[in-house]
């Protein structure tokens, strides 16, 4: 602990990990940060917090940081450091240069969800307009892009359908691939303490589908009454296979689905499901969950009588990850679980503003609010707004942009606050392909794994040094306040705007405050939201204008879908391309620890680390010892993408046959692992399933 005194003021500001979005009171000295405290009025946590917004804020300042522009001709060279002019000039001289050798469509960008709604909205009009593209996508890409075409396709909108509270009036929480207690700590403490329920108010009832025994599956004072622990890679058939029971069993709320749904998708989804080769039974062995849970897990999610969902990347990060949202999304439409308290879908967003980004228009093929870039209308208003024409054609998304760079079409990326390098999956591929562009400018904090690739580095600035608004899991928007002055002097929205004008597209925001007006101008679910509405209200959410109430939509579909009538697909189970051989006998599956975040590029430079200084394999029991391997031995993990090495932990949170790591260290590259499998819908690529190999090694 270091000691930096009595704090003399503070400023509310928002958590920058996870999608709860905690708000919290930073009490300064001058200005230094003294420490971090949960703010007691903040909505999304009522001053609670976790070891991370709480402890794991010191990277901000930390030695590693960025303070000055620079450059470099080839990635073998030195960096040099320059002015800021300098180096936004040579970044804007090298896009246009790339545009005009080998077309618009040459160059693309990445927004961050770790930044702000405002600056986000930037970088999606600087490439849309200032480059002329549609070629910008979003970290989301790797996440919950399926929760957006998914929840779009059914209910006609993204995003969580309740506010977190409504779990308190849950009767039963089914949690789907996801482990809130490490991720979501602030989030999942409200949800045990519904478990545990009270003398008046019994706990909720408890049905968990995860390969692993997690935390929730048996913490304290909790236990789920059903964990389905599938195989990965069975989703989509363990939630045909629970509908299948609805439908057969008379447990579908007629009403429900008569007055609220599309009935031809309803009949079409009803006669599928109820197909023999649907049922738990069919579905056994694939799954390897016993039919007769699948069976009780179903008819307690039927019964409620609110039933609440709450998902996570284990739902999403599969090559049948849209698949399986919508799955969920049937399933909850047909039991009439969408649109009051207490019920309704609700992903887990992982990172702070994961929400924000997506709805701000960082999708190759949507304007902000999730409007397609082919609709004429929609477009004409961006055009009118920005005084430019707007190409109707989708973009690349991330993938793309890599396949097009190694193809030689594209040729210049534009990185905000994002560390492909180190989290996208296969990352040879990944970096054969930032090898071959001719101009990457990586905008970040550290020096991180993608600018090792990079021409460009302009500095970024963390969420204590700027002003703007995060958007959490519950779409709650939240002032983002600035508590110090930008170490390297220009925070991100100002770096975009300079790029922008040195482009020949120039933007002159003085203050977020004029972003924010322009979102809400052109964005019809974040009409009405200003600063000084949250100022005045603490946060809102979106969207404002559908709602009688100020502060927002609580509950979203509470008389009809986004869409109108709720639509029904059907969800064909289709195996896994990864597959167990000899060879690669065990499956594995990538997620997160408590203490660390993401890539852990800010957490592994705070004191966290001490709790977690290592990505380490979890195994069974069973499948160490029949490779002789025991606790805190080095193993190596070998992959048909990649190897590397890493240390064991035996544990029986493990089913046989699956093992899991984390991804927060470079140096145990678990990406390395992973293979550019991805989702049929939307390329999220399938972390949650590699095949293979383990065995014992020397220390390395
Ligand atoms: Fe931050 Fe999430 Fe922890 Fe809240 S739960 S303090 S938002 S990391």
């Given at each position: 602990v270091i000691e930096l005194g009595q704090p003399e003021h503070s400023v509310v500001t928002t958590c920058a990990y996870c999608g709860v979005g905690c708000g919290f009171k930073a009490e300064m000295k001058?200005?230094?940060v003294v420490r971090m405290t949960p703010w007691k009025d903040g909505k999304a946590n009522e001053g609670h917090s976790c070891v991370k917004g709480r402890f794991a804020w010191g990277y901000a300042t930390h030695k590693?940081?960025?303070?000055?522009?620079?450059?470099?001709?080839?990635?073998?060279?030195?960096?040099?450091?320059?002015?800021w002019d300098e180096a936004i000039g040579h970044a804007a001289a090298e896009f246009k240069?790339?545009?005009?050798?080998?077309?618009?469509?040459?160059?693309?960008?990445?927004?961050s969800s770790r930044c702000t709604n405002e600056e986000v909205y930037l970088v999606q009009k600087l490439i849309r307009a200032a480059f002329g593209t549609n070629n910008v996508d979003t970290c989301a890409r790797v996440c919950h892009s399926p929760t957006g075409y998914g929840m779009g396709q059914t209910f006609g909108t993204s995003a969580g359908t309740q506010t977190f509270k409504s779990v308190a009036q849950a009767d039963v929480i089914v949690v789907i691939g996801a482990n809130p207690s490490d991720a979501h700590p602030v989030f999942a403490s409200r949800m045990k303490r519904r478990l545990r329920g009270s003398a008046e108010h019994p706990g909720a009832r408890l049905v968990v589908i995860d390969p692993r025994r997690i935390d929730l599956v048996d913490a304290p004072h909790v236990r789920a009454d059903h964990h389905l622990a599938l195989k990965p890679g069975t989703n989509v058939a363990v939630i045909t296979a629970m509908a299948h029971v609805v439908v057969t069993e008379g447990l579908v709320n007629e009403a429900y689905v008569a007055e609220r749904c599309d009935s031809k998708s309803f009949n079409d989804w009803r006669a599928f499901v109820a197909r023999p080769e649907n049922s738990p039974e069919a579905f056994e062995a694939t799954t390897g969950v016993p039919a007769a849970e699948i069976r009780a897990a179903a008819r307690l999610y039927a019964q409620g009588p609110n039933s609440a969902i709450y998902y996570g990347l284990g739902v999403t990060e599969h090559a049948q990850g849209s698949t399986m949202v919508i799955g969920i999304a049937n399933l909850a439409m047909a039991c009439g679980m969408v649109g009051r308290d207490g019920v309704g879908v609700n992903p887990l967003r992982g990172q702070n503003n994961v929400q924000g980004s997506c709805d701000m228009g960082s999708f190759p093929h949507e304007l902000p609010g999730y409007r397609h870039i082919s609709d004429t209308t929609v477009r004409s208003q961006f055009e009118a707004a920005w005084g430019v024409t707007l190409d109707p054609e989708p973009g690349l998304r991330i993938p793309n942009m890599f396949d097009a760079a190694l193809s030689g079409s594209f040729k210049g990326l534009y990185c905000q606050g994002e560390d492909i390098a180190q989290s996208d999956p296969n990352t040879q591929h990944v970096q054969a392909a930032l090898e071959a562009m001719e101009c990457i400018v990586v905008q970040d904090i550290f020096l991180n794994e993608t600018a090792k690739y990079a021409h460009v580095l302009l500095p970024g600035s963390s969420f204590l040094e700027k002003d703007g608004t995060f958007t959490n899991a519950e779409r709650r928007i939240s002032r983002v306040r600035q508590v110090m002055p930008p170490l390297a002097g220009l925070a991100d929205?100002?770096?975009?705007?300079?790029?922008s004008t040195a482009l020949g597209y120039p933007m002159h925001y003085e203050h977020p405050e004029q972003i924010m007006a322009e979102i809400a101008a052109l964005t019809p679910s974040f009409a009405g939201v200003s600063y000084a509405k949250i100022e005045r209200l603490g946060s809102v959410q979106w969207p404002c204008n559908e709602s009688t109430d100020e502060a927002g939509t609580a509950i979203m579909h509470r008389e009809r879908f986004v869409r109108g009538k709720g639509r029904f697909f059907n969800t064909q189970y289709v195996p896994s391309d990864e597959k167990v051989t000899q060879r690669y006998p065990l499956l594995l599956t990538t997620g997160r620890c408590l203490s660390q975040y993401n890539v852990g590029a800010q957490t592994r430079r705070t004191p966290n680390n001490q709790w977690h200084d290592e990505d380490r394999l979890d195994i069974h029991p069973h499948d160490a010892e029949a490779r002789g391997i025991a606790d805190g031995d080095w193993v190596g993990i070998s992959s048909r993408a990649g190897q590397t090495v890493q240390r064991a932990r035996v544990t029986e949170r493990m089913q046989?046959?699956?093992?899991?790591t984390?991804?927060?260290?470079?140096?145990?590259?678990?990406?390395?692992?992973?293979?550019?499998?991805?989702?049929?819908?939307?390329?999220?690529?399938?972390?949650?399933?590699?095949?293979?190999?383990?065995s014992k090694v020397m220390q390395p």
């Open positions: 001058g200005t230094t590693d940081r960025i303070t000055k522009p620079m450059i470099r001709a080839k990635i073998t060279d030195p960096w040099r450091e320059v002015s240069r790339i545009q005009a050798k080998h077309g618009k469509d040459s160059v693309g960008g990445i927004t929205w100002q770096v975009t705007q300079k790029l046989p046959g699956v093992v899991w984390t991804f927060h260290f470079p140096e145990s590259g678990a990406n390395v692992i992973t293979t550019d499998s991805s989702d049929w819908a939307t390329n999220c690529p399938e972390y949650k399933v590699t095949a293979v190999q383990v």
